[in-house]
């Protein structure tokens, strides 16, 4: 069973509409919890950090889910920007982070 | 802002040689990662480092080895370069304690034939 899971997509989602994406782990000693954001050919950026209480930044929200081993990323009013991959990402344990393999998401016109 | 710089974005090498990839970061972290990225996948953890001189293995470090002589440099080694590291290589670094993410240098794209 791989440490981070996520559904690869492609999530296919018109302008303007709402679209949230889970993540599972299995380590749960887990501590610290990221999404991070890739675009195609381009390295992965910090898209935002995921606390315990849920945090909001803009038209994003992340939640996290100790009890169940799960974070979520909602993106409202979706921009055709917000095409990309998104990585969930997961530390504790050792000192590197683990990331998932990515759910790719493609907003259309 | 943190930079972490990849010495080249794009590198193709031929079976057998010896290759060097180097990354550099400019914010003083203890903290230096490698990971190679596929499509499938994803992010997979070669070497880390802590401090220099100090290094852990990953989760595949097979074929590779590393050097931190300065903390400001990382550098990943294939010692025989074979087809299966066609690969995105990805330098990261942090600061102690992993609670604010990685950066993440541009990457370098080696191709080896």
């Known amino acids: 069973r791989k440490e981070v899971e996520q559904d690869p997509g492609p999530f296919n989602v018109p302008e303007g509409a709402t679209v949230a994406f889970n993540c599972t782990y299995s380590?749960?000693?887990?501590?610290?919890f990221f999404w991070y954001r890739q675009d195609c050919r381009k390295e992965p950026k910090l898209l935002m950090s995921v606390y315990s209480s849920g945090n909001e930044d803009g038209r994003f929200t992340a939640q996290l889910n100790r009890a169940s081993q799960y974070i979520s990323l909602l993106i409202r009013d979706s921009k055709l920007s917000d095409s990309a991959t998104y990585l969930c990402v997961v530390g504790g344990g050792r000192r590197a982070l683990t990331f998932g393999s990515g759910t790719r998401l493609q907003v259309q016109p | 802002d943190v930079k972490v710089t990849q010495s080249s974005r794009y590198l193709v090498k031929r079976t057998g040689e010896k290759v060097f990839l180097e990354c550099v970061q400019d914010?003083?972290?203890?903290?230096m990662f490698w990971y190679r990225q596929d499509p499938g996948l994803g992010l997979r953890l070669i070497y880390f480092s802590y401090d220099v001189k100090m290094k852990e293995k990953g989760d595949i470090p097979e074929g590779y080895s590393v050097s931190r002589e300065k903390k400001e440099r990382f550098s990943l080694i294939l010692e025989s370069a074979s087809t299966n590291q066609t690969s995105m290589y990805l330098c990261a670094s942090t600061a102690p304690g992993q609670l604010y993410g990685y950066t993440f240098g541009s990457g370098t794209r080696l191709t080896v034939v």
């Open positions: 380590n749960s000693a887990s501590q610290s």
């Open positions: 914010m003083d972290h203890e903290n």
